[in-house]
């Protein structure tokens, strides 16, 4: 869990807005997410339709928690990047320090897409943030 709450000034909302939109645009993704590891959602981009955001921020959150569980359990720190693949929508969360960037994408893209564009991204957002 994170010590400190995160707090943007509105001009890095806006800039990380836009580099969720620039990833959703180059993944193919229906939509993008940055949350904080206890599950407080920071910014959106994309088709949301009818994601109860609030419950998938707290449920990426609590899958990165048991994951890093059984990870610590095998001797790995954490897992850095875990994937659900659905028959329709699939999801792919990458761990970016004490933020989670989650992708919800479908059949419009792939999972090796969107893990390539989220590693180029997520340089940018540690620097950012």
């Known amino acids: 869990m994170a ?3 995160i707090l943007l000034r509105e001009n890095q909302y806006h800039q ?3 580099v969720l939109a620039r990833l959703r645009m180059d993944s193919s993704a229906r939509v993008v997410f940055l949350v904080d ?3 407080q ?3 959106v981009q994309g088709e949301v339709g009818n994601i109860d955001t609030t419950s998938l921020a707290s449920l990426a959150a609590g899958n990165v928690a048991a994951t890093g569980g059984m990870a610590q359990l095998i001797g790995e720190k954490e897992f850095p ?3 659900h693949e659905g028959e329709r929508e699939s999801i792919h ?3 970016i320090g004490r933020l989670l960037l989650v992708i ?3 059949e419009r893209s792939t999972l090796g897409l969107v893990k390539l564009r989220s590693r180029q991204v997520s340089q940018t957002l540690s620097t950012m943030m």
């Open 3 to 5: 010590d400190t709450p």
């Open 16 to 18: 990380l807005k836009a």
């Open 37 to 39: 590891k206890d599950g």
């Open 41 to 43: 959602e920071i910014a």
């Open 81 to 83: 990047t875990l994937s």
């Open 93 to 95: 969360i990458s761990v």
């Open 104 to 106: 919800v994408f479908d």
